[in-house]
């Protein structure tokens, strides 16, 4: 059974950092991709970051380019997003997902399975 758990969410401050870190069990790690998703009340879910399996590539959103950063780690199976320079903006509930695709990339149809979200607020 897969399984998506993050943590690592919080308050902080206007222009300070934080890393999430998303633990994921019942798969081989490094055949699929995974993403860093984001909900803001009142708003629709948004990709945030994505990294592909086998290459590693990375895509993210053009409101987080140059300030969010996501990377794996295959041998403790975890996914990290690092945020720097953060925005009242980015304040959302935060989502790790797998993609269930074996070898798939961040493009096309994923079938992702979703963790349960961690709360972020950034205050001004």
């Known amino acids: 059974q897969v399984q998506v758990v993050e943590s690592g969410g919080g308050l902080v401050q206007a222009g300070e950092s934080l890393r999430l870190s998303c633990k994921v069990s019942?798969?081989?790690?490094?055949?699929?991709?995974m993403g860093w998703f984001r909900q803001a009340p009142g708003k629709e879910r948004e990709k945030v970051a994505c990294?592909?399996?086998?290459?590693?590539?990375?895509t993210s959103a053009d409101s987080v380019k140059g300030r969010f950063t996501i990377s794996r780690d295959g041998a403790k199976k975890t996914l990290f997003l690092q945020m720097n320079s953060m925005k009242p903006e980015d304040t959302a509930m935060y989502y790790c997902?797998?993609?269930?695709?074996?070898?798939?990339?961040?493009?096309?149809?994923?079938?992702?399975?979703w963790g349960q979200g961690t709360q972020v607020t950034v205050s001004s």
């Open positions: 990294i592909s399996s086998r290459r590693g590539t990375t």
């Open positions: 019942g798969l081989t790690f490094d055949e699929h991709a």
């Open positions: 997902a797998t993609d269930l695709r074996i070898f798939g990339g961040c493009s096309g149809t994923p079938s992702w399975r």
